[in-house]
């Protein structure tokens, strides 16, 4: 497999703070790679050191090949194309004169290109409105055709969808995956909303405290997330004595509900849960999600 971002070890210490501890990674080509953790995990720190924005304390990283400690690795960032944090868009200019603006930054004369970049981020008739007046929607999508000005094919986000209403999440939604499709752009992007990562990954790296605990294809997850039985009880002690007496692999998920991981005969459950004293209200069939999946996998809260 072609990998366009490779890391190794990678360590970032600030002060006595650990923020990346022995970070390894691998971005496939042509993926949408879901960079999964909660806040504080050190999701930002990796993106800020393969923008060149901070310095790794050890451990190294390879961008299309070219290894950081290498000369030609800040023009081959020209191949990436990132955003970070607070997009970097001019308030008090309009959509074509922000991307004017990036290509003088790159040195890049020919604006020919500009409008087919703001047909593809859907900005073609915003004309004399200026950014400052966009819509957070507008204003990320602007953000994605800045990003894009070099021709990149890598594309690093940072929380693309924070604060976005649901159609402005939608847009951000399809627009990623044209990206990714149309124009074989691979796709970094960090978030801790799962349900919508999930709609869009096709690999992921869950983070969790500096290091990578697990890398995984979107189909390899689908199988990892375990198929349940979903019970929901009148008495959650009573209905555990039963599950452990008939050797059932369960998780109680929720006050009364408990995720019981085979199929179990309905019948001899209900009259096992009945004679400890406890009625099944309903029981349906039931997906572990990404949450749940991740929630497994480093414990405690996803911060979602
Ligand atoms: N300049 C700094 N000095 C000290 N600690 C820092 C600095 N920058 C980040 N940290 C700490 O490093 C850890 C990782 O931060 P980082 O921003 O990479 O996390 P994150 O996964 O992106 O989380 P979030 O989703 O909240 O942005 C956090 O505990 C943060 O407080």
Partial sequence: MDYVLKTKDLCKQYKDFKALKGL???VPKGAIYGFVGRNGAG????IRIICGIQFSTSGSFELYGVKDSDSAISETRRRMGAIVETPSIFPYLTARENLEMQYDIMGMPDYSSIDGLLELVGLKNTGKKLAKNFSLGMRQRLAIAVALCGNP?????????????????????????????????TILIS?????????????????????????????????????????NVTDCTAAVKALDDMEFDYK???????DIYA???????????????????????????????FISLVGGDSNE
Avoid at 196 to 217: P, Q
Avoid at 252 to 258: A, P
């Fill in 191 to 231: 978030s801790h909303i799962l349900d919508e990562l999930a709609k869009l990954a096709t690999h992921y790296g869950f983070i969790d405290n500096g290091s990578i605990v697990r890398e995984m294809s979107a189909e390899e997850l689908e199988t990892a997330c375990r198929k349940c039985v979903r019970i």
């Fill in 153 to 185: 094919d890598l594309l690093i986000f940072d929380e693309p969808i924070n604060g976005l209403d649901p159609q402005g999440i939608i847009e951000i939604r399809e627009l990623i995956l044209k990206l990714n499709k149309e124009r074989n752009i």
């Fill in 252 to 258: 109680i998920s929720d006050e009364n509900v408990i």
């Fill in 43 to 46: 999701k930002t720190t990796l």
């Fill in 263 to 293: 199929k179990p005969n309905i019948t001899r459950l209900a009259a096992a849960l009945s004679k400890e004293g406890c009625e099944i209200l309903s029981c349906t069939e039931h997906d572990e999600n990404l949450e749940g999946f």
């Fill in 24 to 26: 390894t990674m691998n």
